[in-house]
């Protein structure tokens, strides 16, 4: 997500960042490379015209190049335009109606029904009882895949028979939603493969019978500058309130979640990262500003944590690491706990200054390294994962047979174990090591 233009925009920061004197010839100079790197984000042009006239505007405006440190300056004045044409404040739902009725709508193949399941994940861990209602009455089995995410993250589904009108299934949802005590409803209506005016009539007649508190557009982020088209075509005919960008984790480039609030004026609401049912994340402009820039997002990394893991076993396991007892068996654990917070490569470019190792990271995750690993410490016996000392020459060819792995990768993984756990120890004694152990080091870095 932002890759190449997050590389960009660093390298330029760092290099104003090292300057103790700017010029306006060396502003300009600056503000042409992040024109190019903002084009070839597939950013809207128009928006990238704007951006850069204001940054320039307040650099020259505010003094900043007689000032001191002139670099950190312009630095923040981009890291604060980035987060004005993002939206400034994070989009919260109006949802005080009861029940507070949610409308999704997109085209056809922008991820609307699956984005339908990560939302009621998300509204039941702040403690709502969402229902989902089938409106896609034209999809082949778009019913059942909406049956499917309900049955798999245990959310009531309400559906009609083949044939029933959308229009009808909405109003009886509303009513079942209303009889059984659900607090949001929501609602996932039919796309289609381009904008026509049936499919807007529909939409606007479902709109003015339930009356709906949200109405999201759910647009695929891969599609580039198109998504802005999409999101102004529906913004015309339907009252949306907020946008959500689905597949950011394979948009490399972004240019469509810079362009699309100064384009429409239409907040985004929610990104999606992945295609687990939890893989869609508030959007905080300010977090994402600073994630470009490679400053890390810190409080979004604590919220991941906080909903994925078990906080008495991370304590637990944090005793132990600080008191030299951190097994295999609690590493395998904390494998896991990883895995279920999502990519790690995200995970890293929350972290400050850890941004340039997420690319290595996901790759070694990507190429199977991460999954060798779990291999090779479940076909050790659970005495040899609480004492890898014991493990000599043949109960490594054994892992390793077992495993489907080389003596060499269980030797390597061994050996880093135990830098790991050396490191540990003279942190705890308070002496601090030198960083390059840890995950990194076991993922082969």
Request: aromatic share 2%; charged share 25%.
């Amino acid at each position: 997500m932002f890759e190449s233009l997050s590389d960009r925009l660093q390298t330029i920061a760092q290099r104003l960042r090292g300057t103790a004197r700017i010029t306006e010839a060396d502003l300009d100079a600056a503000l042409r490379e992040i024109r190019l790197a903002l084009l070839e984000a597939d950013v809207n042009f128009r928006v990238v015209k704007d951006f850069v006239a204001h940054v320039r505007e307040r650099a020259i405006g505010s003094e900043v190049l007689t000032g001191v440190n002139p670099g950190h300056q312009i630095v923040k004045i981009v890291h604060d335009e980035l987060v004005e044409i993002l939206g400034g404040q994070r989009h919260h739902l109006g949802l005080d109606a009861r029940p507070a009725v949610i409308m999704m709508v997109g085209l056809q193949g922008s991820g609307k029904t699956t984005t339908t399941a990560k939302l009621a994940v998300r509204l039941r861990r702040e403690g709502r009882r969402p229902m989902l209602v089938a409106a896609d009455v034209y999809r082949p089995a778009a019913v059942d895949q909406l049956v499917q995410l309900g049955d798999q993250i245990g959310a009531e589904v309400h559906t009609r028979p083949v044939g029933t009108p959308a229009l009808e299934v909405a109003r009886s949802g509303l009513d079942a939603a209303r009889a059984r005590g659900h607090d949001v409803m929501i609602l996932d209506t039919a796309g289609r493969l381009h904008v026509d005016d049936a499919m807007m009539d529909e939409l606007v007649r479902i709109s003015g019978s339930v009356t709906p508190s949200e109405t999201l557009l759910v647009v695929d982020a891969m599609t580039g500058q198109e998504a802005v088209r999409v999101a102004e075509a529906f913004h015309a005919r339907l009252p949306l309130t907020g946008l959500v960008l689905t597949k950011m984790d394979g948009d490399a480039r972004g240019g469509a979640a810079l362009s699309i609030r100064a384009a429409t004026g239409l907040p985004v609401a929610f990104l999606g990262t992945s295609e687990r049912t939890d893989g869609l994340e508030p959007f905080h402009p300010d977090r994402l500003a600073q994630r470009i820039l490679g400053m890390g997002d810190i409080l979004s990394l604590v919220e991941r944590v906080q909903e994925n893991v078990d906080q008495e076993e991370a304590e637990a396991a944090a005793k132990r690491m600080m008191e030299n007892r951190f097994t295999l068996e609690d590493f395998r654990s904390q494998l896991n706990q990883i895995k279920k917070m999502g990519p790690i490569g995200q995970l890293l470019q929350m972290v400050p200054g850890a941004g340039d190792m997420a690319g290595a990271a996901q790759a070694a995750v990507d190429s199977g390294q991460m999954k060798r690993i779990e291999a090779i410490i479940d076909s050790m016996t659970p005495e040899e994962r609480r004492r890898p000392d014991i493990i000599k020459a043949s109960r490594r060819r054994r892992i390793a047979l077992g495993s489907g792995t080389s003596t060499a990768e269980v030797n390597r993984l061994l050996k880093q174990f135990v830098e790991m756990q050396k490191m540990m120890k003279m942190f705890s004694s308070g002496k601090m090591p030198r960083m390059g152990g840890g995950l990194g080091a076991l993922l082969g870095r």
